[in-house]
């Protein structure tokens, strides 16, 4: 919100939310404003939280604990420096057209569709609260079978069964038939593991059953546990940090490296120091899929990409109001305009370094 007033806002802003309140708080410094309570009510609306689901956008408590930005962390960002130290992940691999590990693709595909059908009111006992985990066998690295599905989804007691405890085996059918299969149908086999609502059933959700905070779900966020996780959250940051815009960067190249046919899998790692514009370790590692050696890939791709934050938001073009699109369904693997980390334009250019 305040990105679209003032695109050089700086912001480092966390969310706290539990039965009954949302705390908003961190550091943000900007020439726009912005009402926070309504601002906090409209977005819980407007993902479903209403009165029949026990936590409602009109009755919470909303905290309002913001402050600006440390002048002894601004001075190193006007500078051009890095906004934090923190080392930074990228990855990308050929096991999806996205280039994308599978798993958390697949994950991330049945979430989508959890929401539409609830947004489409197709099946109207659905809540706002729900989740999903992909297992996949693989051999020699390449996936072959799916093992698992789990899909947990608040729902209404309407299609609680006679004893109260669990969903009727009606309203389970329903589920996989429209969104469980439309998404694996290809991938589930006769062995396949398909857990709905595992504890039996799910009507309390949201923050009337489990406290949420920014940053919890990282790995859910980025690549699904494949590889490691480097710096801290992205959401609720501005792209001077470089939790946010170098971990985009090292998406960005590694899925170009991908593209560029110089690996099979590749793993782009980003090192910065707090007011040091320029990065203080570069790393590529292909796990032994590159066609040219892991160093000449680095160092090639340190003469083709300016990789200080300036010339990162540059490049992503990130001073956009773009980022509520990012909190869900993860930041990586999106084929909208917006997640420009995710074009493949630098593909050409670098099959030179082949």
């Known amino acids: 919100e305040v990105i679209k007033q003032d695109p050089n806002s700086r912001v480092a802003c966390e969310t706290f939310v539990t039965v009954g309140l949302v705390i908003v708080g961190g550091e943000i410094t900007t020439t726009g404003y912005v009402n926070l309570s309504s601002l906090v009510r409209n977005l819980l609306k407007e993902i479903g939280y209403v009165h029949k689901f026990g936590f409602c956008y009109d009755t919470c408590a909303i905290v309002n604990t913001i402050g600006t930005q440390s002048p002894d962390i601004s001075r190193g960002v006007d500078i051009g420096g890095a906004g934090d130290q923190g080392s930074m992940v990228g990855y990308a691999c050929k096991e999806t057209p996205e280039l994308m590990p599978l798993p958390i693709m697949t994950a991330h595909k049945l979430v989508r569709k959890l929401t539409e059908i609830r947004k489409k009111n197709i099946l109207p006992y659905l809540g706002p609260d729900g ?157 032994g899929t590159g066609k040219v050696d892991d160093d000449v890939i680095a160092q090639g791709m340190k003469r083709v990409f300016d990789l200080t934050p300036r010339g990162i938001i540059n490049k992503l073009n990130l001073l956009r109001p773009i980022y509520k699109q990012t909190s869900c369904y993860g930041h990586f693997g999106r084929e909208e305009q917006e997640f420009t980390w995710e074009n493949t334009d630098s593909a050409e250019m670098l099959k030179k370094l082949k």
């Open 131 to 287: 989740k999903s985990q992909v297992t996949i066998e693989y051999e020699d690295n390449i996936p072959k079978r799916l093992d698992t599905v789990v899909l947990s989804f608040q729902h209404t007691e309407e299609i609680l069964d006679n004893t109260g405890k669990q969903i009727t085996e009606n309203s389970r059918q329903e589920v996989i038939e429209k969104i469980i299969k439309p998404i694996t149908r290809e991938m589930i086999d006769e062995n396949t593991k398909i857990l709905i609502n595992p504890t039996g059933k799910f009507l309390i959700g949201g923050p009337q059953s489990d406290t949420g905070m920014t940053g919890r779900k990282l790995i859910v966020d980025t690549y699904g546990g494949v590889v490691p996780h480097g710096g801290g959250a992205f959401s609720g940051k501005d792209p001077s940090k470089v939790d946010r815009s170098a971990s985009y960067m090292a998406r960005y190249i590694a899925k170009n490296i991908v593209k560029a046919g110089l690996a099979d899998r590749c793993l782009v790692n980003l090192s910065y120091a707090i007011g040091v514009p320029e990065p203080i370790r570069v790393m590529i590692d292909t796990y």
